[in-house]
């Protein structure tokens, strides 16, 4: 077993997490940079963040337990 978790045949059988993670990342800076909508700091503004910070939050969880997880298979 590497001693590092992401090596190359683990990051290919996690492709199909890293690329929703890297789009909910882009978004979630690109909502925080720009703000789309204008005003300050609403309900609705902060509920867009939960949701799409708790969804980046579980993804990147999933996808190192993922990965810990082939690991240890192999």
Do not use: C, H, S
């Amino acid at each position: 077993m590497n001693l590092g978790v992401f090596d190359k045949d683990t990051i290919l059988d996690l492709t199909v997490n890293i690329v929703p993670l890297a789009i909910l990342g882009f978004f979630l800076v690109l909502f925080v940079a720009l703000n789309p909508w204008g005003g300050g700091i609403t309900l609705t503004r902060g509920l867009q963040f939960v949701l799409v910070g708790w969804m980046f939050v579980g993804l990147a969880i999933l996808t190192y337990l993922a990965a810990v997880k082939i690991e240890v298979d192999e």
